[in-house]
Structure formats: structure tokens, C-alpha cells
């Protein structure tokens, strides 16, 4: 059974950064794929970003590319989603959730494990 626990999350404004951390306890973690994803009110969770288990490879919607990169210390277990550029339609919450893949995907039924999220508010 793997846990895992989202921080890093806040009130700033846009056009400014956040760095969002995962720390994952039990189970195998560290050799399995990632994702971040997020949900607004009243809108559908959405895949944001993903990760290998080694952290090789990675995938990233395109409303976030180029502004959001993720990360990951294998030894630490934890996986890390810097955000520059905020914008205020990136405001969510935001959740951590691990796969039992190695690879990485960024559809939500290849996800086995969930955080409990972290609010995100970029305001105008």
C-alpha cells in the first residue's frame, strides 16, 4: 500500500511560482510511474503532468507545457511539480497519484494510489 501526501500548495499570484511536493510512504514508489493532475470546481479531474519510475521520461498537458516541470528523487520517494507562469486558470487542487507501472500515462485509470491534493490559488 503506498501513502502519499501533497504540500507546497497556496495563494500567490499570477504569473508567479509554486513548487508542489508528493512524499510517498510504503509500498513501491520508486519504480513506478507518477502523475499530478488537478480539479477545479465543478470540472473534471485533469491529468497535468507525468513521470517515469526512474524519471527519464516525462509528459505534460499542453495548457501547462513549457511552464510546469516535474521531478523526482527516487531515494527521497518523493515527486516534485514546479509551476512557473501561474495563471488564474490554473487554480485547483492539485493531487499526487501513483501508477503500478513503471511507465508513465496520463490517463486516470492507471493510477492505483492517491494523495489527499492541495489547494492552488493563483489570483488576477
Known amino acids: 500500500q503506498v501513502q ?4 507546497g500548495g497556496g495563494l500567490v499570484q499570477a504569473g508567479t511560482s509554486l513548487r508542489l511536493s508528493c ?3 510504503g509500498g513501491t514508489f520508486s519504480n513506478n510511474g507518477v502523475g499530478w493532475f488537478r480539479q477545479a470546481p465543478g470540472k473534471e479531474r485533469e491529468f497535468v503532468a507525468g513521470i517515469n519510475w ?7 498537458a499542453d495548457i501547462v507545457k513549457g511552464r510546469f ?3 523526482r528523487d527516487r ?4 515527486v516534485s511539480l514546479q509551476m512557473s507562469s501561474l495563471r488564474s486558470e490554473d487554480t485547483a487542487v492539485y493531487y499526487c ?4 507501472r ?15 491534493g492541495t489547494q492552488v490559488t493563483v489570483s488576477s
Open 4 to 7: 502519499l501526501v501533497e504540500s
Open 23 to 25: 512524499q510517498s510512504s
Open 54 to 60: 526512474n524519471g527519464g521520461n516525462t509528459i505534460y
Open 69 to 71: 516541470t516535474i521531478s
Open 75 to 78: 531515494y527521497k520517494k518523493t
Open 97 to 100: 497519484a501513483s501508477s503500478l
Open 102 to 116: 513503471a511507465s508513465i500515462s496520463s490517463a486516470k485509470d492507471t493510477y492505483r494510489y492517491w494523495g489527499q
